[in-house]
Structures are given as structure tokens and as C-alpha cells.
């Protein structure tokens, strides 16, 4: 089926391969290959357990030839301590990746991998992150320092321990490869952010898709619940027909396999029931939560909330930050004109005004971008949601508004300045005529009315 116009340029054409475990698990016997330590289940694979030095991998069995393609990845990483390792990695290569050292997989490999890398082994505190590594069959990865020397781009993002999960879509069009992560805070699946763009980036026009994971001494679930990949065609050109149907043959093999699948599943359940009598007929988890569990969604809950409001702040900064610079620019072609209008004339701008100006504008263009920067800072705290420092990102941001509006009200004052200086003497503002004041009391009514209510007060004195 196709999946129509992409909002870019490019058209996404049905999936070369995809699996969503509930629905499809039959294909994996022959559309798949899965090593040493990766366990499919009828919702997702199971990379690797958390259990030390596990290793795992599942590829495709057939090449892709797509020129241009996208990958959708859904996937958890869960582990009981505040640190995992070592991480998972998503493969385009020219080969099947066997059992190695890098994420489960060989070293050396021709093509891209993105690594997902939640263990800090160089120390310089960037991790969890997002690393993409090219290689073209002769790079040793270096493990010491993360890959940091041998990134073609990356970004820090906590993915571990989500209350949804994460997404990753990786895109490569026109030898240019883009990463981009839903972070697993929103259910929203289109909630995707920029994490990394490699340029002018050249890959094999075959390869195998793959996704592999590792643990170490520390130890996660690496857990992938969906993989699509799509072909990407340039706008007018005919979209490739789609390969011819599954023989019925194949169709038969694949139901055959399916079904013996099934019954060996079945089996080891009536065993594990029989040796495990005390567990049959319980729920398989509690349907009320504890107080722990409340607190925990509520603090996940108030995290989103958080996180959802800092996201439209940064775009409200950055349209801010635009006003601000065709302000600028408005502001500065204004002045040129005017000077140039008033040259000779009293009254005329000195250099060292518009300088003044100019200087104002530019402080507090740096002013915004400070900001942004505050804010981008605060956001990714929020989405990691590991440091407790981030009230002093929240100090700093308020007085990065307080000192904003400060230059506001200078550039207002100096325009206000200028504006008065530029204007002829003939044409400057009067000050508007006061109203005609009402007459005031004359000071005969003034005694008059003072001895009547005199006479008054006394007569009813006399009367009490």
C-alpha cells in the first residue's frame, strides 16, 4: 500500500520489510535472522535481558535496493538501576553483522550505525546519547571515548526507563542522513525532535537492515516493538512496482513454521503452569496501584506538562528572536534614510547615536538567543529528567526575561530620543491647551453660605 505525498519532497512507497510482533510473527523465520541472545515474543523481540554480557541482533535476510529510505524504530530500554549499559544500535550495512564487539555486533562494518549508547565509559558525563558512526569496512570502533572521535553527528537524549516508547526515525535522502527521536514522554507518536544530520554522507546502494544491543556489567532490557522501512523516491519519478507475490508454496512453509512455532509456545506454557501450580488463575499484574506507582505517574504527568510548555516557549522565542531582527533591520534602514534625509540640518542624528542604536539591538538580539539557549538547556534536562539542579536553568531563565525587558524599554527610550531629534523645529510636538477652568465661588456666596449654616447648627442646638 502506498503511504502517499510526505509533507517534504520526497514520496515514502510501501514498507520493504516491517514486523509488528502481534500481527506478523510468522515472517520472521524467514524475513529475519536472529543471534545468539535475542528472544521473540508475540509483542516484541527481546534484544538482550538484563543480564550481564548478553549480546543480540536481529537483521534482514534480504538486501534492500532502495537509493533513498526511512526507518521507523520503536523500542524500550528498562533497568532497575540509574545507570544501563551498554546500549542498542540501529544498522544499514553492506553485510549482515555477525556477533562482535560494538552493540552486539562485528566491528568493521561497511555502512552507518546509530548507537544508542547508555553507558558513560569515557567519564565526560554525555550519556545517555545518540551517536552516528560511518565506517567503511576498516574502522576500529573506540569504545574509551564513546565514539566521540569518530561521530559524524550526535545528541544527548535519555532514553531509558520512558513511560511510552521511544521512537527513532532515521531518514537518508539525497546523501543526506537524519535522526530524529521521540523521546517516549507523550503518547504522541509525531512528537519527534532533531537529534542529529549528517551531510554529502555516501552508503552502499545495497545493504541489510539490522538492530543489535549489548550489556556489560551493568545490565538493561533492550525491547523492540516495531522496525518499518520505507523507500524514498524523488517527486515525478514512477514509483517501483512492488515485488511479486509470496508463492503459495512459500505461503504454505511460512504457516507451517508459524503453526509449529505455536505449538511449542503452548507447550512450554502448559509446563511452566504445571510446574508453577501457585500462579495459575492470578492476574498477571495488580489492578490497583500502589502509592508509589501514583506518585510516580503524577511526577511523570507533571514532567510532560512541563516539558510540553518549555517546547511552545522555545518556539514562541523564536519568533520573538525574528520580530526582533527585521526590527533591527527596519530600525537601522530607517535611520540611514533619515540621516541622509536631514544631512546639513540642526537637529541631525550623530554617528555615535545610531551606533548607540545599533549596539542596543545587538545586545539585546544576544539577550533572546541567551535565552533560547537557557531554554534548550532546561528542556533537555526535563526530557532526562536525572539532574535535580534544574531550578537554577529555571533562575537563570527569569532573569534572562527581566534583563530583556530592561533593553526593551532602553531601544524605546532611544527611539523615542532620536524620533524628537530628527524632527524640525517647526514640527515639534505643542503640548495641548488646558480646558477652560469653571469659575470658582465668589467669596460673598462663600460668607453667606457659611452664616446660614451657622444659624442653622445653633437653632438646632437650642431645639435639643
Known sequence: VSKGQRAGDEQRVRPFFSFFFSSVIECLPEMFLSLPDAIPSADQIRITTSLKSQKGSVWTKNKSIFEYWEVEVTFRVTGRGRIGADGLAIWFTEEQGMEGPVFGAADKWNGVGIFFDSFDNDGKKNNPGVVVVGNDGKLLYDHQNDGSTQALASCQRDFRNKPYPVRAKITYYQKTLTVLINNGF?????????????????????????ISAATGGLADDHDVLSFLTFQLTE????????????????????????????????????????????????????PFETVSDRELRQIFEGQNRIHLEIKQLNRQLDMILDEQRRYVSAVTEEIAKRGAAVSGQQGQV??????????????????????????????????GAQHPGSAAG???????????????????????????????????????????????????????????????????????
Open 186 to 210: 507523550t503518547p504522541d507518536k509525531e512528537d519527534y525532535e532533531f537529534c542529529a544530520k549528517v551531510e554529502d554522507m555516501v552508503l552502499p546502494s545495497q545493504g541489510y537492515f539490522g
Open 235 to 286: 517527486p515525478g519519478k514512477e514509483i517501483p512496482k512492488s515485488d511479486a507475490e509470496i508463492p503459495e508454496k512459500d505461503k504454505e512453509k511460512y504457516q507451517e513454521e508459524f503453526e509449529h512455532f505455536q505449538q511449542e509456545l503452548d507447550k512450554k506454557k502448559e509446563e511452566f503452569q504445571k510446574e508453577h501450580p501457585d500462579v495459575q488463575g492470578q492476574p498477571a499484574d495488580d
Open 350 to 383: 550623530s554617528q555615535q547615536e545610531i551606533d548607540t542604536v545599533v549596539k542596543t539591538q545587538e545586545e539585546v538580539i544576544k539577550q533572546v538567543n541567551e535565552m533560547k539557549n537557557a531554554m534548550a538547556d532546561t528542556l533537555r534536562l526535563i526530557s
Open 394 to 464: 529555571v533562575y537563570e531563565t527569569a532573569q534572562h526575561f527581566n534583563d530583556i525587558k530592561e533593553h526593551l524599554h532602553i531601544v524605546k527610550r532611544d527611539i523615542e530620543h532620536l524620533v524628537q531629534r530628527n524632527m524640525p523645529s517647526n514640527e515639534k510636538p505643542k503640548c495641548p491647551d488646558l480646558p477652560p477652568f469653571p469659575s470658582c465661588l465668589s467669596t460673598m456666596h462663600f460668607f453667606i453660605f457659611v452664616a446660614v449654616q451657622t444659624v442653622l447648627f445653633v437653632a438646632y442646638i437650642m431645639y435639643r
